[in-house]
């Protein structure tokens, strides 16, 4: 698995599922009461409303991942000095493994940072605001 490969799955498999609607939506038997009156008052709002609540949703979404990814590559602190180091490697089925961040390995001459590869990803403040 590339970088690149790495961050199109986490965008996937957890910023897709996390922006949708559906994430807003009360599920189960006995919902939590926050969630039931969140999807009342969304489910009353005119469309172009709708629209921007979840622009804002994929605003923080991307947010939160970029602020992840920075961490990972160790672009935000984290703890105190002296720092440590973050690594994240992808195990392949083969036994190779594969570094997924920068943090500490100088082989990765040609690694780009997660967190500026997410922004290639996913950048939600350039994309037309609706309504």
Known sequence: MTQEEFVA?????????????????????KPHQVLVRMWDWYTGLPGPD???????????GYGAIFGFFA???GSAVIDDPPHGQLRLT???????????????QAS???????H????GEVFPYTEPLPG
């Open 9 to 29: 799955v986490i965008k996937q498999v957890v910023f897709d599922p996390a922006v949708s609607e559906r994430v807003l939506e009360p599920a189960g038997p």
């Open 50 to 60: 709708k629209a921007m609540v979840r622009h804002v949703m994929r605003i923080a």
């Open 90 to 104: 992808y195990l392949d089925p083969d036994g190779s493994e594969v570094p997924l961040n920068l943090t500490g």
């Open 108 to 114: 990765l001459h040609e690694a780009d940072e997660l």
């Open 116 to 119: 500026a590869l997410w922004t």
């Open 71 to 73: 961490a990972l590559d």
